[in-house]
């Protein structure tokens, strides 16, 4: 994406000067860089400003009538609710959703990718099955919200701002850490919320960032731990035990054996060490959240720009957040791989659809308060910065909630918007890394893949960089391309997968943000 960042003069007494962004010849508004005043002139618009306009917002530049389509990267982003001045803010209060048709065009723009010819590696682990882990914990699951205490209290024991001693004799173990959640009882034992819980459970049991797991329950739940172990295809073995509290005597012997099982597990895990391995063995989580109107300019083509040099090297990049790419699907559907692979995304696309109808909801209302003031307005405009995340290259499969992810390259996986129940489904899938992008300051984590956070404006990065740990407000200020930036980011992936631990990991989130999504019925 080229930025076209206008300088502007105020013809007024106050001497000022202003810089917007246009995004693409054919929009409708422009991007205010700062916030303008009434009567502050952009002489490359040939637009005076009408109003206050902040930082990150739309500013009309033609008369649009009421029920004409607004443009903003090219794309439909809504219709004026009411007649626009060329000069006027363009906001939630004069911009709304409505129906217009979208040109799927399924493959159309799918291309093959290049490989690198200069591999690119990681200092990763690599497990007995081939797997690579980018981080080596000992995890503590839970087949229900009951046993949620004990597993804690377990991990309890081995945190090191409580117990420094507990794991100094094992340097190579990054940490004990307990994943609790709050279902596996009083749902429906064959119905698809109880099989995404175990799919979710599944996925983390395996996942190649633990080097062992112990899961816990209470005895009596209807999520079973037999029954989970059987439906993901797994077993009882050294680096995977289960146990329950009634089985075990109730909650003090049950802490006292978890904390037994935990010791000898930590022996085990801390015999690793990390070796040079293919990018190719990198999963990237794609999120945003705490979305502004910068995200689609800076952050999230930042990151695209990264992904893109990751499938390069024979990675993948999971994108998520189905009510997030509404609107925009179209142009995920002319990069896929196959009609059947663009399909597919449809299909997710009509399931929100009836399953927002059914809630009595509207999958078109998804930007939160915090993304509104920060100049977004509605999903479209939301959505079409948000696929930005990934790349220019094809869609290769889409997948639903917590399923394995297999193929490599760009994917999708059907998730929520809400972050910590989209990336607990990547991570679920097999993402080992994380990527993140805020434009109002999101504090997130996600054990045990490691987070990277990237900041869409400086003064973001000057407020909170002890959450962030790249600032993508530079391209905004021609100090660099997106380009250079997402060549950063990836050499900056590469580290972090390699063990540099991130901002979030050094704050200790990631246990908290486990929060499998639940859509059914609770009884």
């Known amino acids: ?300 083509p930042v990151l695209g720009a990264a992904v893109d040099l990751l499938v390069q090297h024979g990675g993948t990049a999971i994108l998520s957040e189905t009510p997030e790419i509404y609107g925009a699907e179209h142009l995920l559907t002319r990069r896929a791989a196959t009609q059947e692979v663009g399909q597919k995304l449809l299909d997710r696309i009509r399931w929100w659809e009836a399953y927002a109808q059914r809630q009595g909801a509207q999958i078109n209302n998804n930007p939160s308060a915090g993304n509104k003031a920060g100049g977004l307005t509605t999903v479209l405009e939301k959505s079409l910065g948000g696929i930005a995340k990934a790349g220019s290259t094809n869609l290769t499969e889409v997948y639903e909630y917590a399923q394995p992810v297999k193929a490599r390259g760009l994917v999708f996986m059907d998730t929520p918007g809400y972050d910590p129940v989209s990336a607990t489904g990547q991570v679920a899938g097999g993402a080992n890394l994380i990527c993140f992008t805020t434009g109002r300051g999101s504090a997130y984590g996600c054990a045990p893949a490691p987070s990277v956070k990237l900041a869409t404006n400086t003064a973001l990065w000057q407020r909170q960089s002890d959450d962030m740990d790249l600032n993508c407000g530079e391209v905004l200020e021609g100090k660099t391309s997106i380009e250079e930036l997402g060549a950063v980011l990836f050499k900056l992936l590469l580290d972090v997968a390699s063990g540099t631990r991130s901002r979030s990991e050094r704050h200790g989130y990631g246990q908290q943000e486990f929060v499998p999504w639940q859509i059914s019925a609770i009884m």
Not at 48 to 63: E, Y
Not at 116 to 127: D, H, K, L, M, Y
């Open 1 to 300: 994406m080229s930025l076209n960042i206008a300088d502007t003069s105020a013809r007024s007494t106050a001497s000022m000067s202003a810089r917007v962004i246009r995004l693409n010849p054919a929009d409708d508004v422009v991007i205010a860089l700062e916030q303008l005043m009434s009567g502050t002139v952009i002489e490359k618009e040939a637009l005076t400003v009408s109003g206050l306009i902040p930082p990150g917002h739309k500013v009309a530049t033609r008369d649009i009538g009421q029920g004409e389509a607004v443009l903003r990267y090219g794309q439909v982003i809504g219709f004026a609710s009411q007649p626009i001045r060329a000069g006027q803010h363009v906001h939630t209060h004069n911009l709304a959703m409505g129906d217009f048709t979208r040109d799927y065009a399924f493959g159309q723009a799918a291309r093959p990718t290049v490989p690198s010819n200069e591999p690119a590696t990681f200092q990763g682990i690599v497990r007995e099955d081939g797997s690579v882990a980018t981080r080596n914990y000992v995890g503590i699951l839970t087949s229900v919200n009951c046993s949620a205490t004990v597993a804690r209290a377990i991990a309890d024991h081995f945190r090191p701002d409580v117990h420094p001693e507990a794991l100094a004799a094992f340097p190579n173990v990054d940490g004990v850490v307990a994943l609790t959640h709050s279902s596996g009882c009083a749902i429906d034992s064959e119905g698809d919320g109880l099989a995404i819980l175990q799919r979710t459970l599944g996925g983390y049991a395996c996942h190649p960032n633990f080097a062992s797991v112990l899961i816990v329950g209470l005895g009596c739940e209807t999520n079973q731990i037999s029954r989970l172990l059987e439906t993901q295809g797994l077993r009882e073995h050294d680096r995977l035990r289960t146990f329950t509290i009634q089985d075990s005597g109730g909650t003090t012997l049950t802490i006292a054996k978890g904390i037994e099982l935990v010791q000898r597990m930590l022996s085990e895990a801390n015999n690793v060490r990390r070796e040079a391995v293919s990018a190719s063995h990198l999963t990237i989580g794609l999120q945003c959240g705490g979305s502004d109107g910068y995200s689609g300019i800076t952050a999230n």
